[in-house]
């Protein structure tokens, strides 16, 4: 029995050693958790015109929406949305939170476009990132924050009206219905998840 238990102690300390090598060897070769967006292979163009992938974002807690730039009606909302959040983040001592708008329209919504707009709308402090991917990029993260959009003209989508919260490692921990919301909730997940 004596000897049962030794083994025992000596298999759980090689067990959870062996677990820290991997989470080492993870960190090290740069992996991420299976359901991170820093997986994701597809390359976006920010306001400033440069190329960016989601995982040079890594170590920042993320507040994300989707919209178009022409948009009339929900758009303008999730702007403003968003804006407020960050603004009780801000008054609550929340630092080093990226608030990221992606474009679902990315023919016409072009760097520079983007960039007017993001003027427009004073959001150009660096807290701030517009991107603009290929239509197979947008659709894939699309795909990832559940929101559906469907081109309905030229110049119109239908879409859902989602802001989406990931952690310092890309995985999507909180999401909330935008629109005129009610921002407190989102407020406090935003501050939990940036103290973690």
């Known amino acids: 029995m004596k ?3 030794i083994l025992m102690i000596a298999f759980l300390l090689f067990s959870c050693q062996e677990n820290n090598t991997l989470e080492n060897q993870l960190e090290e070769t740069g992996k991420f958790d299976e359901l991170s967006i820093y997986q994701l292979p597809s ?6 015109g440069e190329s960016i992938e989601f995982k040079d974002l890594k170590g920042k807690p993320l507040v994300v929406v989707m919209i178009y730039i022409s948009c ?7 702007v403003a ?5 960050e603004e009780k983040v801000s008054l609550k001592k929340g ?3 990226q608030y990221v708008l992606v474009s679902i329209d990315p023919i016409n919504d072009t760097p520079e476009k983007l960039k007017a707009f993001a003027k427009e709308n004073g959001m150009e402090d660096q807290k701030w990132l517009f991107l603009q991917g290929t239509e197979d990029g947008v659709r894939d993260f699309a795909n990832i924050v559940a929101v559906k959009y469907k081109q309905i003209n030229p110049i119109d989508f239908s879409h859902s009206n989602i802001i989406s919260v990931f952690d310092k490692d890309g995985v999507m921990q909180y999401q909330k219905e935008g629109l005129g919301l009610e921002n407190d909730e989102i407020v406090n997940k935003i501050l939990i998840i940036a103290k973690q």
Not at 43 to 48: A, E, G, I, P
Not at 72 to 78: D, F, M, N, S, V
Not at 81 to 85: F, S, W
């Open 43 to 48: 390359v976006w163009n920010t306001q400033h």
């Open 72 to 78: 009339k009606t929900a758009c303008p909302r999730l």
């Open 81 to 85: 949305d968003m804006r407020m959040i």
């Open 3 to 5: 000897y049962f238990s």
């Open 95 to 97: 630092k080093n939170i």
